[in-house]
Nanobody, 123 residues
């Protein structure tokens, strides 16, 4: 099992920045990748960004490319999402996830999920 604890959500004005963190513990030796997904009210959960366990490979959803940066501190088993130039449409609950299967953007690849952290962007 892998346990995930997210932090860093909050309320910010449009154009502002936030940094989310996700600390992983447990059987992390079996992990291939970490990712962020988000779910806005009334919408399905969607992919935001992913990073390989080594940190060498990343990918982003088109909607956040150029504004968000995913990174990982391997020594701390912690993943980050730096979110800049935030927009009201970025408002959602953000979830971190770990895949013990393979790296990728598909939700089905991710076995372990955090509890979610709320990000609210006011206009």
């Amino acid at each position: 099992q892998v346990q995930l604890v997210e932090s860093g959500g909050g309320l910010v004005q449009a154009g502002g920045s936030l940094r989310l963190s996700c600390a992983a513990s447990g059987r992390t030796f079996s992990a291939y990748a970490m990712a962020w997904f988000r779910q806005a009210p009334g919408k399905e959960r969607e992919f935001v960004a992913t990073i390989s366990w080594s940190g060498g490979t990343t990918a982003y959803a088109d909607s956040v490319k150029g504004r968000f940066t995913i990174s990982k501190d391997n020594a701390k088993n912690t993943m980050y999402l730096q979110m800049n130039s935030l927009k009201p449409e970025d408002t959602a609950v953000y979830y971190c996830a770990v895949s013990a299967i393979r790296w990728g953007k598909e939700e089905s690849k991710y076995n372990y999920w955090g509890q979610g952290t709320q990000v609210t962007v006011s206009s």
